[in-house]
Structures are given as C-alpha cells and as structure tokens.
DNA sequence: CCCGGATTTTACAACGTTATACAGGCGCTT
DNA sequence: AAGCGCCTGTATAACGTTGTAAAATCCGGG
C-alpha cells in the first residue's frame, strides 16, 4: 500500500507554506526560480500527485466530459470515440465513454446526469430521444448533441447533413442505372436520424421519377447486422426484387448482404448495395461496400470545442454545426453505370 | 443555470443539521420515520443531489473503476466492455472506458494511474505490456489484469487458456483434413497472448507430425483487418501455399479472407480458416468464420468481483483465474474431414 | 416525578485543494 | 531618502460531505 502525499506532507519537507507548493504545482508565475527547484525536489522526493477530488470540489471542475454513445460495438462509434478523445486530449481533458444502447430511457437518463455524474460536460448522440425528453432538463452541465435534430432546444447539435447525405447515395445508385432501390432500417418514427436518411432517399428517388413506395422501405429493430439480415429476407419474400440497397448503416448493409449471398443473388451484379457511416469492416467483405463517409475527426472535434465554450456558465447562441460527408465508392455499386446517360464507371 | 443544492441548503429549509439531513440521504438507521419524512420533503422540493467530489473526498471512495482496452473498435472488446459494465452496475459501480491502442507506453501510464485518476480500482487488458513495467508500480489502486500472464506478480488475471484453445483451433483443422496450418498475427515476441496462441499453435502440430516451421508463421504490425490482409498476400508471395490458417483473431482473420478472395483462392475449399474471439462480423461475411469464442460474461464478471475485492486495502492472495472458451465452427472450415480418411465436402 | 438507558439529533473537525487578501522585501522613481 | 509598486511567500477560509462524540430527547419503571 502507497502512502497518501498531499501538499501538506510536500509543504513540511521542503519548510514552506502549502500555498507555495500548489503554487509550484499550478506553475504560478510570481515563484522564484530557487524557490521552485526547492520544493519541486521535495514534490519528486515524495512523490507527491494531487488529489483530484479535493480540487475538483474546491474549483467545481473536474477535467472530465462525458461521451455518451448508442453502442460500442459498431466501429463507427469507436472511431467517433477515439476521435473525441483525441480532441478532448488537447485541452487536458479525459473522456469518460458511456453507452445507452439506442434506448430512449438510458438516453434519458443520461441527459439528466444520472449515469456519468462527475463530468464538466456531456456529448450525447441519440437514437430515441424526443425533445420533450430534454425540454425540462434540470441538469446544469452543458450538453451537445450528435446528430442531426429537427427540433429547437438551446443546445448545440452537431451532425452531417443526413437528408444531403442519402440523396448522394440514392443518386450514386441511379446513376449507376438502378430503378428500385429499397431503404432498410426505418425505425418507425422512432429515431430521428432514419428518418432524415428515409426522407433523402424519398426525395431522390421521386425527383428522378422513381417509385418509393412503403414496400420498399423495411423497417428494423436495431442496426446491426441480424437486423440488415432479416429486413433483407423479409423484403426478397414479399416477391419484390429491387435492383438496389441503401441501408441505415454499414453493418445492416452487410446482413443483407450475407442474405443475398445465401439466396444466390449477386451484389453488385444483381443487387447494388450502399451503407453508411464508411467502417472499416465494409473494406474487406467479399464485396466491399460502398458507403456514406462522415468526417469523424472534425465531428469529434467540433463536439468538444462546443462542449468547453460553455463551461463558464457561458451560453453562446446554440447552433446547428454540419460536418463534411463523401461518399466513397467501392465494389458493391459497380457496374452497369450510366442509366440513362453516359457513365464512367 | 440550475443552482447547486448542498446539504446545507436543505437543512435550513427543513430547520435541521446538516448531519440530520445527509443521515436521511445515506439511509442511517437512526432516523425518527417524522423527521425522514420532513428531511425527504425538503430533499425533494428543492431537488437536492449530492456532490460526489465531496462525498470522494470524504470518504476515499469514488465508485469508478476503470477498463483499459487497447482497441475500442474491435467488436471484441465493445462486448467485454458491455460486460463489465454489466458486472459493475450490479455493485453500484460505473466503469469508465479507456483505450490504450495496445502501445505499452501508453499500457504503463494507464497502470501508474496517469490516465484515469479518480478510480478505485483498474481492469487492464495488455498488450505490450512486460513483467518490470509493472514490477514497481506506485500506485495504489488495484489492479486487474484480462489476458493471460506467465509472469508472477501480485496481481490477479483473467484469461481463458489461450494454448489450449490455441490447440483446439489447430486439432480442429488437421481433423478436417488440413496438413499445412499457417499462423497469422504474431507480434515477434512483442505481445504475451500472441506467443501463446502460436505456441499452442506449434504444439498441436508438433505433436500430430505435422510441421511448424517459421516460414508458417506471418508477422503483424497490428491486429485489424489490414494487417491481417497484408500478412496473408505476404504469405502467399512466398510461394507457400497452406490449406489452412489459424489468425490471431477475427479481424486479421476476415481480413485473409479478402486476400484469399482477390487471388481467387476459396474458403474452405482450398484454404481453411479459423479467427478467435467470435466477433459478430464473422457471422455475416460471405463465408461465416469459425472462429475460438471466450466466454466474455463470466470474464467481466470475474475481473470486476476480483477488483472489488482488493479495495478496502484487503489483498487476497492473487490468483490465476481461467475461463472458458469453446470452438464455434462454421463456414470457414468446412469439408475435407477425417484427416487422411475420405471426406464429405 | 425523577432517573437511567436507549434513541434521536447535533456540533465540530477533517478530507486536500485553491482563492483571497495580506505582509514583507526589493528596486526604481522622484 | 522617502514613497510607490512589483515580486514572493503566507495565513486563512472556503468547497460539500461524513465520522466521531457529545448533547438533547424520549420512554418506562421506581
């Protein structure tokens, strides 16, 4: 068992006041240098480290945010993560990393405060949440959001252009010459950010003159890749037979994926197929699948700037922040380019 | 701005002491049911929740402990994180997630608590971690370490047998027919569990007659799916040519897979391949991945009730600690079994 | 009606840190 | 040489909580 140090102990070896000793830890300027050498070498001869909790109650600061993530087994939110911790690094931050798993009442819980609770700050990137849910949060540490939102709360929302994003990828399939392409991973009206994605793919589809019927659009109860699995069959045993895919995200592209394998159709041949969020994973499948890449480094970094600028008690008008998306093509949505136009894949 | 609530507040507006009212809030038996009442009362109106840096330094205690993995991104370790959580939550602890990127400098500033401060105990998943690093550490929290060691210092691991279940990939392949296993994913003496893996690895062959030469076993910088990719085409420049590969884990696996399929090579047919660690992405690929599949539950479990032991300065002897592991066979090594009898591919 | 013992409540100190305000000391200006 | 201001270092008081020990209250029995 270590022995506690505290300034005290560091104060009495060096004879000088506590003061000074915080003085030297906090690099205060007005210290002699001799002064400085003096109780530096007492701090390294005890090996003094200061306790956090008592300077946390005594500044209200705990050099910590919170990133509350829907789940940490999709890649992408890894990245994301390490991204946030990245940017939380460069001003002395740490990260502490929670997940909701999607629900609407951890996501709740979370916005209040209850799970994380020694935090500066908190990003939160929802799936469930309504904004009722945050209308009367009676919490007082800052909050940013992930994610495009529709609604108007004063809190920032940080989040690439969803509806932008989808008509890219939805245009990327017409243009390679598909004419019914299916959307797998509509919650409903459950989540905000399928929503945005279903409207983008909706809206491209009608201004090209294409159909987007509801028999088109299967629904999912969660975004891995079971889900992509099982949406995908239950779409092939409707007997409809759509010449492309755009899924929610990466892991539900590959579910399906893997199902059309089974049934012995080919991607991109039979069957072109999109995800979105750009994971790793999607470079090295049979196929590798062409996707919706989000600029997780400047979202990381744009989360944490938002977050510090309102420690102070400070409140800068709360703003909707786009992130940059591209598109990245690969194997899944080769071929058969040029519709009705000329191509150049 | 919400404004912060102390005891002190709450006291005044029921007309106690501060004492009376953190009795109530911590639940002490002594409490006349009237006065909890009145206390509970003001708790509520004023909407009091205590302050835990004071409550930390109180008491000593932060209720956190921290888990260090190197990658966050691995589904592998997302599904051990979740059951840690798990395994925490039920003692009213909250984990906080760290991730190491398996560099040792940054496995040994994790261990001398220069990360996560403000925790009462750690769950450390090495990598490159070595026996002196840890030798004289100064630091008092416990410590925890996932993997398994050969070395002995006080301190408990949790691992699965990773030669035997090493082995058990490797007899599993011969049984299907294969002669000529490959390694993938060792860390040149770099990473414990890697050398564990290839010497079980070794063994198994060895002991079937069959050989385990260098030219076998392919090298990795990492552990993802690039890496993996990398070491097979290497393998493959060689002019060697195995029948079957036994990766590190499921990344580096999947990632051989994608080699093998641009070189028109087919899984199982003409090379077999087992990954480690079943990841859920090897249930989805064109060819699903058999694969070695720890038991992460009862690891999470373990590592937090063995943690939470050693907190009130108690040290209990430390212990070896092994869970299980089985085999999960799939697509990736079916076919051609029965050794040298016939098969039935 | 008073006393002893148990129950209930309270005052105070302490956890380790930093902000504030202040006391000396030095050098420079007038 | 006196005065002013700047540089150094110090004493003290918080931050919000809980453990300790003592004070106040209650109860039943003599």
Chains 1, 2 share one sequence.
């Not at 699995?229 to 010449?243: K, N, Q």
Request: hydrophobic share 45%; proline share 5%.
């Amino acid at each position: 068992m270590v022995v506690r140090v505290s300034l005290k102990d560091v104060a009495a070896h060096a004879g000088v006041s506590i003061k000074t000793v915080s003085n030297v830890v906090n690099n205060y300027q007005h210290v002699a240098p001799a002064m400085r050498e003096r109780v530096q070498r007492s701090i390294d001869a005890l090996g003094y480290r200061p306790n956090l909790a008592a300077r946390h109650l005594r500044k209200g600061r705990t050099g910590m945010i919170a990133l509350a993530l829907p789940e940490l087994g999709n890649p992408y939110f890894a990245e994301l993560a390490a991204a946030v911790i990245d940017a939380a690094a460069e001003h002395d931050y740490i990260v502490l990393l929670d997940h909701t798993g999607g629900r609407r009442e951890q996501e709740i819980l979370v916005s209040q405060g209850f799970r994380a609770r020694v935090i500066d700050g908190l990003v939160l990137s929802p799936i469930e949440l309504e904004t009722d849910d945050l209308r009367d949060r009676a919490e007082n540490v800052p909050l940013v959001l992930l994610g495009e939102r529709e609604y108007d709360l004063p809190y920032d929302h940080i989040a690439i252009d969803n509806v932008a994003a989808a008509r890219a990828a939805v245009r990327h399939l017409i243009r390679m010459g598909r004419r019914e392409v299916a959307f797998i991973g509509d919650r409903r009206g459950r989540s905000e950010p399928a929503q945005l994605r279903v409207r983008g793919w909706r809206e491209e589809l009608t201004s090209a003159g294409l159909s987007a019927d509801d028999g088109l659009v299967a629904a999912t109860d969660g975004w891995g890749h079971a889900d992509g699995a099982a949406a995908m069959a239950r779409i092939l045993e409707t007997g409809r037979r759509p010449d492309a895919v755009f899924a929610y995200n990466d892991p539900v592209a590959i579910g399906a994926m893997r199902v059309l394998h089974e049934r012995g159709l080919r991607v991109p041949e039979d069957i072109a197929v999109v995800g979105f969020d750009d994971v790793v994973e999607g470079r090295f499948g049979a196929v590798t699948l062409t996707s919706v890449s989000p600029d997780k480094g400047a979202i990381g970094r744009l989360a944490v700037q938002s977050v510090l600028a309102r420690l102070g008690g400070e409140a800068p008008e709360p703003r909707r922040i786009r992130a940059d998306f591209r598109l990245i093509e690969r194997e899944s949505t080769l071929g058969r380019p040029a519709g009705d136009g000329p191509g150049d894949a």
